[in-house]
């Protein structure tokens, strides 16, 4: 399956601020997709990050809060936007190699907004 | 947004014994995954079930995928210290690849 690095693996921001998650992977992957993890929680998707195209976002999640780039088919980046300490939350990467199976995941970034 | 039924939600159990925890869901599924997720890690997939009926072992883990395509169990044999942590069910029913996701098995050692 695929290995993918997730940088950075934690940070500490200010409110107001934005900070950008990068998700690089080994290999070309057919689907990526980002994710919030709030603490004690499931995983909820924010966007399917389509390669050359906009993202599509999930319902109560908008691009303007949550840009996201996918410049080709092993990386792409999500920003968190004007951040509040509600965004604090572990974003998460997630990749999906040819034929739907190997559902991988990054080892998150650990967002506390102060 | 949709959420399987994944029970229990935590176990108490001793080193040593079986767990079960099983998912639900009210529409049919394609796929079944389960992960499992160690604090300050993203989940690892533990094993992922493709045919309604298929019964599929990793280790001491064994899952299955039911018949009805509604629901899915996984067996851990043996427990021992290292399978605490948060056990996530995940199924996908179309072919747009995303994964509905259960709320969580959190496993616990006794002392």
């Known amino acids: 399956s695929a290995v993918i690095s997730q940088k950075p693996s934690r940070d500490i921001c200010q409110r107001g601020t934005s900070l950008t998650i990068q998700c690089q992977v080994d290999?070309?992957?057919?689907?990526m997709f980002w994710y919030r993890q709030q603490p004690g929680q499931s995983l909820t998707l924010i966007a399917t990050?389509?390669?050359?195209?906009?993202?599509?976002?999930e319902s109560g999640f908008v691009i303007d809060k949550f840009p996201i780039s996918r410049p080709n088919l092993t990386f792409s980046t999500l920003t968190v936007s004007n951040m509040s300490p509600e965004d604090s939350s572990i974003y998460l990467c997630?990749?999906?190699?040819?034929?739907?199976?190997?559902?991988?995941f990054g080892s998150g970034t650990r967002l506390t907004v102060v | 947004g949709q959420q399987l039924n994944q029970s229990p939600q935590s176990m108490f159990i001793q080193e040593g014994e079986d767990v079960s925890m099983n998912c639900t869901s009210s529409?049919?599924?394609?796929?079944w995954l389960w992960y499992k997720q160690d604090p300050g890690e993203g989940p690892v997939l533990l094993i992922a079930?493709?045919?309604a009926g298929e019964l599929t072992s990793n280790g001491r883990l064994t899952a299955q995928f039911g018949i009805t395509r509604k629901d899915s169990f996984l067996n851990i044999s043996a427990s021992i210290p290292s399978d605490v942590g948060i056990y996530f069910c995940?199924?996908?029913?179309?072919?747009?690849?995303?994964?509905?996701w259960g709320a969580g098995t959190k496993l616990i050692i006794k002392p």
């Open positions: 997630s990749v999906v190699s040819e034929g739907g199976d190997g559902y991988t």
């Open positions: 290999s070309q992957v057919t689907m």
């Open positions: 990050a389509n390669q050359g195209s906009e993202a599509t976002y």
């Open positions: 529409s049919i599924f394609n796929t």
């Open positions: 079930l493709y045919k």
């Open positions: 995940a199924g996908r029913a179309s072919s747009n690849y995303q994964l509905i």
